[in-house]
């Protein structure tokens, strides 16, 4: 017995001795290079489902003749309304967009759902605000003032993509500008950069189900019936 114990404390210290004397630099290298390369396939898979989604919304904008939607309108309360749109070409369902407003404040929030394959892989979340700022004070000739107010609209966008195993990554941008002055398409033009989620996952893919759900509902008729509230279809 006791040799056998000997026998693997030599093991044992053998192996620690080893273990000192192997660089780990080969390995920390290796791990780096890992992760490099991941990220890098990270993005280049998010940047091709991007491409994808962008050139919908264009599409979309567009008109074309291809795509089909539905759409339901619904009122829960005074601070709570909004709209669905589901997004067809074909039978196959490609886009869910859901517009509503919360609460008392002037804050509209737009939310799309990208779908490709029947699987979920871009969420945008887009919150736009209107704030109004007062600028300055005037006089006229007679001696009588005025304020100068100025309306400003801030626009946030975040893009949530989900890869292959179903975990999020996101990407956003943010622009503020006067409201006589805002302009979409350079919006449109900044770029993406990474940054923290501010939706859990978890979340994101229940309101997705719960969408799903709707969308059987609106098949049936609901889309043309009066402006209920939309969360009493589950």
Known sequence: ????????????????????????????????????????????????????????QERIKKKDTLIHYITKHYECSQVLSGRIDYYYEGDKLILINHLYKQGLA???????????????????????????????????????????????????????????????TCFARKHAKNGLDWDAAYFNSLALKESNCIEDDAEIRDKYKLLRKAEKKLKVGYSYRKQQCIFYMW
């Open 1 to 56: 017995m006791v040799k056998v114990q000997g026998y693997l404390q030599s093991d044992i210290k053998n192996f620690f001795t080893f273990s000192e004397n192997y660089s780990t630099k080969p390995a920390y290298f290796m791990l780096l290079f890992l992760c490099v390369v991941n990220y890098g396939y990270s993005q280049q898979t998010f940047d091709a489902a991007n491409k994808q989604y962008d050139v919908l």
């Open 106 to 168: 002037n804050l509209w929030t737009s939310e799309d759902y990208f779908i490709i394959d029947d699987t979920l892989k871009i969420k945008t979340l887009t919150t736009e605000e209107t704030i109004h700022l007062n600028t300055e004070y005037k006089k006229d000739e007679k001696g009588s003032s005025s304020i100068s107010v100025e309306k400003v609209i801030e626009v946030v966008e975040q893009r949530m993509f989900f890869d292959s195993t179903a975990t999020s």
